[in-house]
């Protein structure tokens, strides 16, 4: 499935960083130089870009469009419409201290869980949350960090009184889910959306006719390409397990289950109600 992350009340900011994953490498290093430079950006030719980043006009244009701009003026006039703090743009500190490399761990989330919630399309989100709804059972995936995010997807699900599973073991997943039919949601959670496992778990659940909903950091992956609906989690972060990405997916699950309940707080509230008297007496 493509996903369209162009939407004109995301923030251009947001934007770039979520195409990242997609972008080729000369592409992404004018991408990179764009967020590490905005207001140099917006006073830069796009020649001037180029030259910055060592690549041809074409690469930058490229990059623009990729991003959903119709070029690179319209890039530039997002930008400077963002407001400052919005625009991430935090000069490297070499010798921190320790409050200060912490500090830009608390940046680094607090910049993942406003850009994914930038690039968050209403019409995607709410059709996420009517799959959710309507499923007849859940199957929740997903290895390493993301199988964090796949166990607090589970829980809420639980919460909501919803039939769901989701194994910690990879192998089960996929045995379950070559047992899942119409009728069914399979969930697979990937920031890189390359894992072989979660991609083999979607491959299953499409082969037996179940809905496929997957959370990732990379719109253009196996992954995203396999799902019915994509939700996006946008990271500026490096390495394997971005901690702050898996953060910011863990929001997007905390906002479903908001969001479901919300749709029908009676039941909520009806279902908390019995799961809190299940365990009280072993709480005394």
Known sequence: MN????????????????VLPKLSD?????????????????????????????????????????????????????????????????????????????GRLFRAVAQAIHDTHGVLDEAIFAKALDLIAGARHILVGGVGGSG??????????????????????????????????PGDLVVAISYSGISSDPVLVLQEAKA????????????????????????????HEQGSEPMAAQIAQITMVDALYSALVARNVERAQLTEERMVNAILPKSM
């Not at 996903?3 to 979520?18: T, Y």
């Not at 690179?72 to 930008?79: H, I, Q």
């Not at 992954?223 to 989690?233: F, G, K, M, Q, T």
Request: proline share 4%; hydrophobic share 40%; aromatic share 4%.
């Open 26 to 102: 000369s592409e992404r290093r004018v991408a990179l130089w764009v967020l590490d430079n905005v207001e140099s950006s917006i006073r830069q030719s796009m020649s001037a870009i180029a030259q910055a980043t060592d690549v041809s006009d074409t690469t930058v244009l490229r990059m623009c469009r990729t991003a959903g701009f119709e070029g690179f003026t319209d890039l530039k006039l997002a930008l400077a419409q963002e407001p400052r703090e919005s625009r991430g743009e935090a000069a490297a500190e070499p010798h921190a201290g320790d409050l200060q490399v912490a």
């Open 208 to 235: 037996r006719g179940a809905a496929t909903l997957c959370i990732t950091g990379n719109s253009a992956s196996p992954l995203a390409r396999l799902a019915d609906v994509v939700l996006v989690s946008v990271s």
């Open 3 to 18: 996903v369209d992350l162009r939407g004109p009340s995301s923030p251009a900011s947001s934007r770039l960083r979520s």
């Open 148 to 181: 964090i995010v796949a166990q607090a997807f589970y829980q809420r699900c639980v919460r909501l009184g919803l039939r769901c599973d989701a194994p910690i073991d990879s192998q089960l997943q996929i045995m379950h889910s070559a047992l899942t039919g």
